[in-house]
């Protein structure tokens, strides 16, 4: 069975950080992607970080133009645990975030119960 656990949201000033963690059960990473989305009130979930499965590209990392150089996404594959490290948070940060795993095929995909994350003064 199939499980992402997240943890890690909470409330933070502009100009502070975080860190986002998912645990995950029942997938491997040589064929999954995994990585993180979010969704904003009244906004489409979007993509936020991920780490290519290995099979398809070599477990490259992508980021979103918008996180470029603030947020920084790690795995450690030996806990089956994936972070995302978010620096620098500004108030547009603020959202749902939620865990992701997809095939590399597209086949499958899975999502965490998302962790709020809110930038504020």
């Known amino acids: 069975q199939v499980q992402l656990v997240e943890s890690g949201g909470g409330l933070v000033q502009p100009g502070g950080s975080l860190r986002l963690s998912c645990v995950f059960s029942g997938i491997s990473f040589g064929v999954y992607a995994t990585g993180w989305y979010r969704q904003a009130p009244g906004k489409q979930r979007e993509l936020v970080a991920d780490i290519a499965a290995h099979y398809a590209n070599l477990g490259r990392t992508n980021y979103a133009d918008s996180v470029t150089g603030r947020f920084t996404l790690s795995r450690d594959n030996s806990k089956n645990t994936l972070y995302l490290q978010m620096s620098n948070l500004k108030p547009e940060d603020t959202a749902v975030y939620y865990c992701?795993?997809?095939?590399?095929?597209?086949?499958?995909?899975?999502w965490g119960q998302g962790t709020q994350v809110t930038v504020s003064s």
């Open positions: 992701n795993a997809r095939r590399f095929d597209d086949t499958q995909v899975y």
